[in-house]
């Protein structure tokens, strides 16, 4: 296998839009398909197909960047797929020219690990068909879909699945990942309701192909996309969720100004959200100037919803609005536009599975109280007894179904679109966060794969606990070669 320099892939690139040929290359070739060679067999030689976005393209500057602009990469090649054959092609030709890759859908990767410098990124945001079944309740839908985009389309036949609070975020990474949001103990992880994939993984010496994994095939790589599926074993194209009904929800704000109320609410919450009714989501969120309310109750009405969450409404005089509708539309009313968002962000994940004693909640404020940025925020999120809990036919690699609640401190800094602005701030945010995080580290366990904390020693354990032998050996079994790897991805079982 040659190296491939970058004037070689600037002069590939320069080839067309439609299609990279590169000298030698057979054009129109393509990989095999699903039952394609052995690991020790070659491929045809592989053409790129699809939107191709290269560094001369008026357009590489906006497909290059990520939604956090902290981090800024320039890949020598960007693929938007437009068909599971795209990804085949890529796929091959990357491996075929030694060429590093990374797999984008929804941009959100919080460390910038969707994208790579001097590389290849193979971005499947376009792969966006809707397939739902009413009555049998499966929807198969493509990876290119957003969470809001996803939430809408189930919405029209009164039909959900879970999803992250963010509607900009990838369906897709969101799910791989786990996917915990307002219906996390109503129906369970996002993982939990995802019964089929379609994946293209690497074959042969040189190749890919495409498999349709679900419970009955494939189904150990089936379990482990169940939380561990981010960028670990291919590229996933399409995803088959077992959706349930939901045609009304009641959602309920409530806001306290100042942070005098804050260990009595953080104390009542943590000892009443996780254990209310399963139908209850809620979250609380911490600013530097107030306190802020979040709960979704499905099939609820707001006289429900005021009775579960009274021990909380009941602290203060908090300013309190509920709306009653359907969950498409509320999800979308709550939604905030991604270029209102500042440009830099900066987060810590964590479990916790005790409450917070009296003094986890006082470095709570103390924190907060000097944060970075207006933006900076703590939420936790209740898990507790809810859905989550059981895992799904065929079992899934997300591992912190105890836990009593989901927590993240997250500094937001910068103006979007200006890469460069607030620089003075960066170190000062990333330094609070640090800070921050290990001032809790005392009070909380294990940390979620979607947010990845950067320098952590025992990552892997803290994402996965005890399933990472489990993990590494599928990893042998459908990537040997590790092609799919970036600074925290699933290393291969090497016996």
Excluded at 56 to 69: F, H, I, K, V
Aim: charged share 20%; net charge negative.
């Amino acid at each position: 296998m040659r190296d491939l320099s970058r004037r070689d892939l600037l002069k590939a690139t320069a080839a067309g839009a439609g299609a990279v040929a590169l000298p030698g290359m057979m054009a129109g070739s393509s990989a095999l398909a699903a039952d394609g060679p052995s690991f020790g067999d070659k491929f045809p030689p592989a053409t790129l197909t699809g939107r191709i976005v290269r560094p001369q393209s008026p357009d590489y500057p906006q497909a290059s960047l990520g939604w956090d602009e902290l981090f800024v990469r320039y890949p020598l090649v960007i693929v938007f797929a437009q068909e599971t054959q795209d990804v085949v092609n890529a796929l091959t030709w990357a491996r075929q020219h030694d060429v590093a890759l990374r797999v984008r859908s929804g941009r959100h990767s919080l460390e910038g690990w969707s994208n790579v410098d001097n590389g290849i990124v193979i971005d499947v945001s376009e792969l966006k068909d809707v397939d739902i079944n009413p009555t049998t309740r499966v929807a198969k839908l493509g990876a290119g879909l957003t969470q809001s985009e996803a939430v809408a389309a189930l919405g029209e036949y009164d039909l959900a699945a879970t999803t992250g609070g963010e509607g900009t975020v990838g369906l897709s990474g969101a799910t791989l990942g786990g996917g915990l949001g307002f219906l996390t103990r109503y129906i369970g992880m996002a993982c939990d309701n995802l019964i089929g994939v379609e994946i293209v993984v690497a074959a042969g010496a040189d190749g890919a192909k495409v498999l349709k994994v679900d419970p009955w095939n494939h189904a150990d790589l089936l379990w482990a996309l169940r939380g561990a599926g981010n960028g670990n074993f291919g590229i996933v194209t399409s995803l088959t969720y077992q959706v349930a009904p939901l045609e009304s929800v009641a959602y309920l704000q409530a806001t306290w100004p100042g942070l005098d109320n804050l260990h009595d609410i953080f104390d009542t919450w943590q000892h009443t959200g996780p254990f209310s009714d399963p139908r209850l989501g809620t979250q609380v969120e911490v600013h530097r100037d107030e306190i802020l309310l979040f709960a979704v109750l499905a099939e609820g009405s707001e006289a429900e919803a005021r009775k579960l969450l009274e021990p909380l409404l009941s602290i203060g005089t908090p300013e309190v609005t509920v709306q009653i509708g359907g969950w498409s539309e509320t999800y979308a009313g709550f939604q905030v536009p991604s270029d209102e968002d500042p440009g830099k962000w900066k987060f810590y994940s964590q479990f916790t599975r005790e409450p917070f004693p009296a003094e986890a909640i006082s470095i709570v404020r103390q924190f907060m109280e000097k944060a970075p940025s207006p933006d900076s925020n703590f939420f936790a999120q209740a898990f507790g007894r809810g859905a989550q809990r059981q895992e799904p036919f065929g079992g899934a690699a997300f591992p912190h179904r105890d836990s009593l609640f989901y927590s993240e401190p997250g500094a937001g800094w910068g103006t979007r679109g200006e890469p460069d602005s607030d620089d003075a701030i960066t170190p000062i945010a990333q330094a609070w966060i640090a800070e921050f995080s290990l001032a809790l580290r005392p009070y909380v366990d294990g940390a979620y794969v979607n947010v990845p904390n950067i320098g952590m020693a025992e990552w892997e354990e803290a994402y996965w606990g005890r399933n990472v032998p489990r993990l590494r050996k599928i990893k042998a079994k459908y990537d040997p070669h590790n092609v799919f790897q970036y600074e925290q991805s699933i290393p291969p079982a090497t016996h």
